[in-house]
Nanobody, 121 residues
Framework: QVQLVESGGGLVQAGGSLRLSCVAS????MGWFRQALGKEREFVAV????????YYSDSVKGRFTISRDNADNTVYLQMNSLKPEDTAVYFC??????????????????WGQGTQVTVSS
């Protein structure tokens, strides 16, 4: 059973920074998604296995950075220049295969419990 545990969310002012962490029980393609109140879960970024490419949504490109530490199976999301529209529950997901685009929530097999990020204006 794959287990994912997120941490690092909180309340920050616009323009500030946060770093989210997700500890996994193994090595997988790891994606970050977010879900704002009343909206669908949307792709943020993904770190693919074995030194493969990373991908970002257009809305966070240049502001967020995804990275991973394979020694302890942790993936990070460094979020800079935060905006109020970044407010959401952020989830990390584990994808167990190499198919698809990595950008759809339906492609991911396991999810963490989520961590709230709130950006005040």
């Amino acid at each position: 059973q794959v287990q994912l545990v997120e941490s690092g969310g909180g309340l920050v002012q616009a323009g500030g920074s946060l770093r989210l962490s997700c500890v996994a029980s193994g090595r997988y393609h790891m994606g970050w998604f977010r879900q704002a109140l009343g909206k669908e879960r949307e792709f943020v970024a993904v770190s693919t296995l074995n030194g493969g490419p990373t991908y970002y949504s257009d809305s966070v490109k240049g502001r967020f950075t995804i990275s991973r530490d394979n020694a302890d199976n942790t993936v990070y999301l460094q979020m800079n220049s935060l905006k109020p529209e970044d407010t959401a529950v952020y989830f990390c997901g584990a994808k167990l295969d190499f198919r698809g685009t990595y950008r759809w929530a339906s492609e991911y097999h396991y999810w963490g419990q989520g961590t709230q990020v709130t950006v005040s204006s």
